[in-house]
């Protein structure tokens, strides 16, 4: 069975190529702005984070704060200085990865799998 996988980003070109890097038969990709996060929940996201306390931050914290998303692996693309990122209460969450823009397909894939199968 694919991998459901949702790209959110406020920024349709980020999208794009976000999604543009999750190639594969094993894997199913949406895109989504902030304000449009479909009803039927992925086994992950990629989130785009342009800075702190922006609409992809909030989503973040939606999906953490929620009992039925908590533990829905997030791998979180963003420029952002790490010692800003590694700040914000969810970072500590192992369902939370980082990876540094611009994203470089393997490491993505990479990030993924370890999220999607921590034991392994």
């Known amino acids: 069975m694919p991998t459901s996988v949702t790209v959110v980003a406020s920024d349709a070109d980020t999208r794009a190529r976000l999604a543009a890097l999750l190639r594969g038969d ?3 990709t949406t ?3 902030p304000e449009s996060i479909p009803p039927e929940m992925p086994n992950l996201f990629v989130i785009a984070l342009p800075g702190l306390e922006t609409p992809e931050e909030q ?3 939606r999906l953490r704060a929620d009992e039925a998303t908590a533990r829905i692996p997030i791998v979180i693309a963003s420029a952002l200085p790490m010692i ?3 700040s914000v209460p ?3 969450d192992w369902t939370i990865a980082i990876v540094e823009e611009p ?3 393997a490491i993505l894939a ?3 799998n370890f999220l999607l199968n921590p034991d392994a």
């Open 110 to 112: 990479d990030t993924m």
């Open 26 to 28: 094993s894997i199913t």
């Open 59 to 61: 989503v973040i914290e």
């Open 103 to 105: 994203v470089q397909a």
């Open 90 to 92: 969810y970072a500590s």
């Open 84 to 86: 800003h990122l590694q």
């Open 31 to 33: 895109m989504a702005t």
